[in-house]
């Protein structure tokens, strides 16, 4: 039996933006990052909400607040159906409230200059600020290695993916199957993060981003010369340079580079750098509360003093582009990083046509954004009020973003070693390019059988993955503490326990340790009114059963009971390892059955009870207990004289099957015609008939068959029989029918 995964990228399929994937498996559903496209604005913007039923999806989970990967999250709580759970760090809590507070006062912002009566549209406002409140209030919190378990086969947890503060990724256990969701990762340890983790198991599938493809980054140290060295060209000769970042994230690595570099450099130090942001100071705060959560350098300085306590960088809470002091060189981090609106937008607009200045794009840039747009070095762009100007700044470009490069993103994909690759966040011809070299790698390093699959799924593209449903369990505790492995072929005995979707076989005494299950019993006990005589008892449960235990615990007298009554002899029989049993002479006139409840355990105390109550009132019993003392009798001589005698309850078994076995003959031929002859053990018949079943009637001749049954020294079970008789039919069938007689006779065996 196969189920089938469907992973459908809902935004960020072959581009860059609005990361939204569906994952849906064995009536689970859960939806990865839920951001917006940078590159479009309002509704436009938003992932392909339309295709799933919000109502339908258990959990959503956020690797980190980059805009691209949350800013839609309001809107999908606040707005649609959705009722599930949300899960994100402590740090992407404290950021994203910040951040998407900004993203509201930015939008409003934009609308207002583009449009004087947009101010007052509200069919394009994606959530308001009470709507950003109620969000947040719904956000579950989750650790670095910590497990959330939600029942029905889904549970997940947490690893440092190194892209920003708090940045996950999320190893998801969903129907007894592993996904690995990267989110935005690094495998690079900068000035305050840690490079992002390896899991220690290998996913089934693997989703992972492809931001940039094949390309290979510089090294670090080089890229930090060429960013700080552009920086000082462009004030060195009078000019401003603008930085457009966003307000966390990568900011407060690029601040750390630029602080330490003008600390080195003295020359520098009388230009100013500023950090325009309206949250900057809120931003620090929140970097210095998780500083647990940074690299071991920065945790080293937060022992001695607060590395994000810039000495050469001042934070402007506020600023009026119109009336900023920029007569001078100066170096200004302003927001948002794609220059799409806000502080740095308007910056640029009013820098770009003096050759003087500069402007350094130190992350990513998405298609359809003006920092993507200036990086192609067009001659003209367009302001934000729509006019065109010529670009006569300097344009450069160093990668600061916290994504992987080809090289490292390679490399993490062979440690995870998945079944399923799924590339998602990259640009299509960047994406197509990654996909090739890994199937380039896979082919050369891989039998076919082994080679993992590999998809690049366009927005709204389902991706199907089968699953065969396993069919093992795993012997565990006591079971499996043994010297040496089950041999094939060997029974192993215990509890079958399968708890979302893994199965596990233990012994009864271990369930408390690997399972939330506790063992525990149930006793019944029922009086049953006995007014016959224990020695039937005896016979009937003996008749029955095999195995049963009988155990005398002497004479008791019933408290307060006359001195002249006899006292009653208390005998327990039992039966099934003790599980049941019968307890007469304990009290006058009742019997007690006691048992442990269970199906074989059930089973057998009703028939004991039916068997107690036959006792008591069948024919035969009142025939066996009719009599005032129980002696043996001497064996009679001839079958005449056994057919008319009474049933002895102290006559061995064996001597009572081999009567019956002779009764049963009489039924089926005349008596005249058998011959019965008895030896302890043993019985032999000689029957005479006139007819056969194979040679027909006979005249005037007889067909003779000698019939022997016995019983082995100490069995008084299973009787031997054996019969020889010239019609092969009639004998088969005299065997068969005494056969039928001794099984439907013997006791059953517990």
């Not at 995964?5 to 990361?19: A, D, K």
């Not at 100066?330 to 502080?343: D, E, K």
């Not at 590999?454 to 565990?476: C, D, G, H, I, Y």
């Not at 030896?679 to 005037?700: H, N, Q």
Request: charged share 25%; proline share 5%.
């Amino acid at each position: 039996m196969e189920d089938i995964m469907r992973i459908t990228p809902l935004g960020s399929g072959q581009e860059v933006g609005r990361s939204c994937h569906l994952l849906e498996f064995r009536n689970t559903t859960i939806l990865l990052d839920c951001g917006i496209h940078p590159g479009y604005d309002g509704l436009n913007g938003l992932p392909f909400f339309d295709r799933l039923e919000p109502e339908n999806v258990d959990v959503l989970l956020i690797t980190h607040f980059h805009l691209d990967h949350a800013a839609s999250l309001p809107y999908f709580t606040e707005r649609t159906g959705f009722k599930g759970r949300i899960f994100m760090t402590h740090p992407t809590k404290a950021v994203i409230r910040l951040l998407l507070g900004d993203y509201i006062r930015l939008m409003a912002m934009k609308k207002g200059s583009s449009s004087g009566s947009a101010k007052d549209d509200k069919s394009d406002v994606l959530y308001t600020e009470a709507e950003l409140q109620s969000c947040v209030d719904k956000v579950e919190l989750i650790d670095y290695h910590q497990t959330i378990s939600l029942g029905r086969g889904l549970k997940f947890y947490a690893l440092n993916a190194g892209h920003v503060l708090g940045a996950a990724m999320f190893f998801i256990e969903i129907g007894g199957r592993t996904v690995l969701y990267t989110g935005d990762y690094s495998m690079e340890e900068d000035r305050h993060l840690m490079a992002a983790e390896v899991p220690p198991t290998k996913p089934d599938v693997l989703i992972v981003e492809a931001t940039y493809g094949v390309q290979v980054h510089a090294s670090r140290a080089e890229r930090e010369a060429r960013f700080t060295g552009t920086i000082e060209r462009v004030v060195t000769r009078g000019g401003r340079c603008l930085i457009p970042v966003f307000a966390l994230g990568r900011a407060q690595e690029l601040l750390l580079i630029l602080d330490e570099y003008w600390q080195a450099n003295p020359h520098l130090q009388n230009i100013p750098i500023w950090y325009a942001s309206k949250m900057a100071s809120r931003a620090l705060r929140v970097y210095q509360t998780y500083a647990n959560m940074m690299n071991a350098r920065i945790r080293a300085q937060m022992d001695v003093s607060n590395p994000f306590h810039f000495r050469h960088i001042q934070n402007l809470k506020s600023i009026d582009v119109d009336s900023f002091d920029d007569r001078g060189p100066s170096v200004v981090f302003a927001s948002p990083g794609m220059l799409q609106s806000g502080v740095s937008r308007q910056l640029f607009d009013r820098w770009a046509t003096d050759p003087k200045n500069g402007c350094l794009i130190a992350g990513y840039a998405v298609e359809n954004t003006l920092a993507k747009e200036i990086m192609l070095a067009p001659k003209e762009v367009v302001t934000l009020e729509g006019r065109r100007q010529p670009l006569n700044c300097l344009v450069d470009y160093v990668s600061f973003s916290a994504h992987v490069d080809f090289m490292q993103n390679r490399n993490f994909i062979s440690r995870v070693d998945p079944k399923h690759i799924i590339l998602v966040h990259g640009a299509k011809d960047e994406m197509g390019r990654l996909k090739s070299a890994l199937m380039l790698q896979h082919r050369n390093q891989l039998p076919e059988s082994k080679r993992p699959t590999v998809t690049m799924p366009p927005n709204l593209q389902e991706v199907k993955l089968k699953f065969s449903r396993r069919r093992s369990a795993k012997v565990m505790g006591s079971l499996a503490d043994r010297e040496q492995e089950p041999q094939e072929g060997e029974e192993v005995g215990g509890i079958l326990v399968t708890q979302n979707f893994n199965s596990k076989i233990l012994s009864p005494k271990d369930l408390q340790t690997y399972t939330p299950l506790r063992l525990g019993s149930v006793k019944s006990k029922l009086h049953i009114p006995f007014s016959g005589q224990v020695s039937t008892l005896r016979l009937f449960l003996n008749e029955m059963f095999t195995g049963m235990e009988e155990k005398n615990e002497g004479f008791q007298s019933e408290e307060g009971q006359d001195a002249n009554i006899t006292p009653t002899e208390v005998i327990v029989f039992s039966l099934h390892e003790k599980q049941v049993e019968i307890t007469t002479g304990r009290t006058r006139g009742i019997a007690t059955v006691e048992w442990t409840a269970s199906p074989v355990g059930d089973i057998l105390a009703d028939s004991m009870i039916a068997l107690l109550m036959h006792a008591q009132s069948s024919a035969a019993s009142i025939k066996l207990t009719s009599k005032p003392c129980f002696h043996r009798r001497p064996a009679p001589e001839s079958a005449d004289e056994t057919s008319d005698a009474e049933p002895d309850p102290k006559r061995p078994r064996t001597d009572t099957m081999l009567r019956l076995f002779h009764d049963t003959l009489l039924e089926q031929f005349d008596e005249h015609s058998i011959e019965a002859t008895y030896e302890a053990r043993k019985a032999m018949f000689e029957i005479k008939t006139d007819a056969g079943l194979e040679s027909g009637a006979l005249e005037g001749d007889h067909l003779i068959c000698n019939v022997i049954v016995q019983f082995e020294e100490g069995n008084d079970f299973d009787a031997k029989i054996s019969v020889e008789c010239s019609d092969a039919k009639l004998g088969t069938n005299i065997q068969e029918c005494l056969r039928g007689v001794a099984e439907a006779s013997n006791p059953v065996k517990v």
